[in-house]
């Protein structure tokens, strides 16, 4: 993360808001404070902040409201705060564009890999490479091949598309809904038994441990989590 | 032993029937009837202070059928007087007057010791944050190995606060009947893992020791509930166990059901103790002093219940081990697979 950054922090509670105003003070961002969706928006238009720190429930209504205005206006990276068991308000807001999110309560470590890792995502370029790489998986678009470490990986059609496209959308929530409709099309956006087979097969290929995942995160009642630690 | 200890309301009314039946034969003269009467509401009050609906109704019935054999023609179920009809009717209402009342009672009286036990289970985790919160604050400890172990415990303890807000909130989902389950696919080892990330690596160091079963199926099932019963399981087994012990957890299945162990190494359990682990606010008795509430079995218990499963606690060679069995309802689909 560079530093010197503006960050805009939508939040009504206030030891929230201090604590994250106090995090990223310290590591020598700027940082601004909104209250309501109508500063919020009146602080994006002004000041034009280079993060967005949402907190889903905002006394003046909707935050997936504001994600949407937000992205018909600008390409910013958009972090939701949502309280646990809020998951079909995160999936919502993840639809609307929203590009991360974390649970209350997080910690301050956990928020910050998440801006970290949702900046590097948007200065990355796409690579017209046909290989793209993954710590050590390596995958061949143009001849539908991947390794693991110097071994080839043998992989189904679907598996194969299903980790190209983790291994395209790295580091990123990927929700369900999402997957399969990237992945199997349209007609299987609900057909979750799929999904978590086919997770579970490749899970088998490319994880050491399957019952501590390192490649595939599962984000409960989400999606998925494709890692990588290698930058690309 | 424990069988009669659940029924010894209903024992002690046996006992009280006969006794009643006795005197009413040998003193019929003296008494009366209408004194007979009297002595034969004591099996219902006995029995309506349990505040069970279906016990009073039971027992009162039995009561009045005693009754009727006495009122002339004795020994005929057969009444003639309408006095005795209004006898019987008084019977039902003194019942169930006295089981509503001892319901409201016994509800009140569960309320309090949940209030008790939710202040404790909460409170315990608050003082351990602000202890250490205001020994790193107020003391400045210059030894940074110091300030590291009071700043770990605040994080420890906020976990753990977490963990019991997040049981009370399913409890209270799984009491509702308006909020029916999220059933969908699951993978169960998915959710032992991501379970298992609910607690920081070095309380678990190096002891679990898992088995899942290499060709699980998926179990159609509520993927948070199911999260949350591993996150107990795990949680009960770190609580009453040595530290440094392993803690063994298998999945497995058979054609009609999934069957998980928890086991860790412990003293054995009383049967009694054993059956009663997955009560509300029930505390092992040789546990006093350890954190945390009987609130996270009966929950273990309230998921399981929920999926139509069982679980179960026994004493195994070193320890304790909780079994539970969810029985596969729905089997997946027949998918169309591609191949290599």
Redesign the interface.
């Known amino acids: 993360m560079k530093p010197h950054q503006l960050i805009l922090i939508v939040e009504d509670d206030e030891a929230i808001s201090r604590l994250l105003q106090l995090s990223f003070k310290q590591l020598g961002h700027k940082t601004l404070l909104a209250k309501d969706r109508q500063n919020a928006l009146r602080e994006i238009q002004t000041r034009n902040p280079d993060i967005i720190l949402l907190d889903l429930g905002l006394p003046d209504g909707d935050g997936k409201e504001l994600i949407k205005t937000v992205r018909a206006l600008l390409s910013i990276p958009i972090i939701v705060v949502s309280a646990?068991?809020d998951?079909e308000e995160i999936i919502a807001a993840l639809d609307a564009g929203a590009d991360d999110y974390v649970t209350k309560?997080f910690?301050t470590n956990e928020l910050l890999a998440r801006v970290r890792s949702t900046q590097r995502r948007f200065m990355m370029h796409h690579s017209s490479d046909s290989l793209i790489t993954c710590n050590d998986i390596t995958i061949d678009v143009e001849n539908f091949s991947a390794l693991k470490g110097d071994q080839p990986l043998?992989?189904?059609?679907?598996e194969f598309n299903l980790l190209k496209y983790f291994v395209l959308h790295r580091n990123q929530v990927l929700t369900h809904g999402k997957i399969l409709k990237e992945v199997w099309g349209i007609a299987y956006e609900y057909e979750?038994?799929?999904l978590?087979?086919y997770?579970?097969a490749l899970r088998k290929k490319i994880e050491t441990n399957?019952?501590?995942?390192l490649y595939i995160q599962?984000e409960?009642?989400i999606g998925y989590r494709f890692i990588c630690t290698t930058p690309n | 032993m424990q069988l009669f200890y659940m029924y010894r309301h209903y024992i002690v009314t046996f006992f009280l029937f006969l006794l009643i039946t006795g005197i009413s034969l040998v003193f019929r003269q003296e008494l009366e009837m209408t004194n007979i009467i009297l002595i034969h509401l004591l099996p219902v009050i006995v029995i309506a202070l349990r505040g069970e609906w279906i016990a009073t109704f039971i027992t009162t019935t039995a009561s009045i059928a005693l009754l009727a054999l006495y009122a002339p023609p004795t020994l005929s179920f057969i009444v003639h007087e309408m006095i005795y009809i209004w006898s019987f009717i008084i019977f039902y209402i003194v019942g169930y007057t006295i089981t509503f009342q001892a319901r409201k009672i016994h509800a009140n009286s569960v309320k309090e010791i949940l209030y008790n036990t939710l202040s404790h289970d909460l409170k315990t985790p608050l003082s351990s944050i602000m202890g250490n919160a205001t020994f790193v604050v107020e003391t400045h400890p210059l030894d940074p190995a110091l300030r590291y172990q009071a700043l770990a415990q605040i994080i420890e303890s906020s976990r753990q606060m977490n963990r019991l807000i997040n049981s009370l909130l399913d409890s209270a989902r799984l009491k509702n009947p308006q909020t029916p389950l999220k059933n969908g696919w699951c993978d169960m080892e998915d959710l032992l893992t991501v379970a298992l990330r609910e607690f920081r690596r070095d309380v678990l160091h190096e002891r679990i020791d898992y088995y899942v079963s290499s060709e699980l199926p998926l179990f159609y099932g509520d993927s948070g509930l199911l999260m949350r019963l591993f996150v107990n399981l795990i949680d009960n087994a770190l609580k009453y166990s040595d530290e440094e012990k392993p803690i063994k957890i298998s999945i497995t299945t058979t054609p009609n059901a999934f069957h998980i162990s928890f086991s860790n190494e412990c003293p054995p359990l009383e049967p009694t103790e054993l059956a009663n682990l997955f009560e509300k606010f029930y505390r092992a008795g040789n546990t006093a002093d350890i954190s945390g509430s009987g609130f996270g079995l009966s929950i273990c218990r309230d998921i399981t219940r929920a999926h139509h499963g069982t679980i179960r606690a026994y004493n195994d060679d070193h320890g304790i081990r909780i079994e539970v069995t969810l029985p596969i309802l729905k089997r997946p689909a027949s998918l169309k697979m591609d191949t290599l």
């Not at chain 1, 043998?154 to 679907?158: A, D, F, G, S």
């Not at chain 1, 399957?210 to 995942?213: A, I, Q, V, Y």
């Open positions: 646990r068991s998951e309560p910690s043998k992989l189904t059609p679907t979750m038994q799929y978590r087979t997770v579970n399957t019952t501590s995942p599962t409960l009642g």
